[in-house]
């Protein structure tokens, strides 16, 4: 039944959908950046006690991103058979597990084998809540709310840099090294999130029991119209879509995109590390978190500069994959 609400009503359900939904989110994907990265700051430490050369902490390193690919699509396949909710959930517990784990790597092999599987367990964390955000927003929405939630990755650059550097030099309780206790205390609150999910999140507006009965015919209504409008769209096949070449570009350009991103997230402790041998691990976060360093000034610039522009890059890219051709 078509219920009709003026721009004022309109704006005040996708006010109250957006703070029920949007902060949570964000805290995901913040706790999510800091497990994906916290492996650059452990690298001031862990390198040498592991005896990890350059070429084999880039493996480790890399090797997430293989388990990440290799069930990106079958996770997200389960998401839309299993509900939004609780594969997030699935998610969230079995990653913040696997990270709270790699606190007991000991060899070279046993980091390569849990960063393999962390890119296993997180696969398609990011395209469902993507595609969970399309549940909750309409079309003309779906960009502001996706740039929203990615505001988190320069927040959790911001808080983990200092985060793990201070619990790297501060926390060495119980004989293990402060890298190890900081996979354990930043994986293992990950895990209460993902209970939390269960509480948090709602499936669908229509179970939205937070929303008044007319703010959820009216949004859900206004999403099922824009859900048969997309219903004479061509329907493709997984591998068919895969295949396709609109598909194939916006891959090629998301990878230039994380090979930058991610070669700054992981390398840039090590490299303000080199600017001087006496930076303490909590200098070095701190310096990596606010982007600057008296010297040499010109190297930090541009690093800031180039995420700059890889931040603002993200929205609008996601918002793509939900147009139609």
């Not at 800091?34 to 430490?45: Q, S, T, V, Y």
């Not at 194939?248 to 700054?264: D, E, I, K, P, T």
Request: aromatic share 14%.
């Amino acid at each position: 039944m078509a219920i009709n609400v003026d721009q004022r009503e309109a704006a005040a359900t996708m006010r109250t959908v957006s703070r029920r939904i949007l902060p949570f989110l964000f805290v995901l994907y913040v706790v999510n950046y800091i497990d994906r990265a916290n492996i650059g700051f452990a690298a001031l430490e862990m390198d040498k006690e592991l005896g990890l050369s350059s070429q084999a902490f880039g493996l480790a390193a890399g090797l997430f991103f293989w388990g990440y690919f290799l069930f990106e699509v079958p996770s997200n396949l389960a998401l839309a058979r299993f509900g939004a909710r609780r594969w997030i959930a699935r998610i969230l517990v079995s990653w913040g597990i696997l990270a709270t784990v790699m606190a007991f790597t000991h060899s070279a092999t046993e980091l390569y084998v849990l960063r393999f599987l962390l890119g296993v367990a997180e696969a398609g964390f990011f395209p469902g809540i993507v595609v969970y955000l399309t549940y909750w927003f309409r079309r003309k929405e779906v960009a502001t709310a996706t740039a929203l939630f990615l505001t988190a990755i320069p927040a959790s650059y911001v808080l983990a840099a200092p985060l793990s550097a201070l619990i790297m030099d501060h926390v060495d309780w119980f004989g293990l090294s402060g890298w190890r206790w900081m996979f354990i205390l930043e994986g293992a609150p990950v895990v209460l999130l993902g209970i939390a999910c269960f509480f948090v999140l709602t499936e669908r507006p229509a179970d939205a029991t937070w929303l008044t009965q007319r703010q959820r015919q009216w949004l859900t209504a206004e999403l099922d119209k824009e859900q048969q409008a997309n219903s004479q769209a061509k329907k493709l096949g997984t591998l068919k879509v895969m295949a396709d070449p609109k598909v194939l570009l916006l891959a090629v350009v998301y990878f230039v995109y994380q090979a930058g991103s991610l070669g700054v997230g992981y390398w840039l402790p090590q490299i303000v590390k080199d600017f001087s041998s006496g930076l303490s691990n909590t200098a070095v976060g701190f310096i990596s978190a606010a982007g600057f360093v008296h010297s040499p000034w010109l190297g930090m610039s541009l690093i800031a500069l180039s995420l700059t522009g890889m931040y603002s890059f993200k929205s609008p890219f996601w918002a793509l994959p939900t147009l139609r051709a």
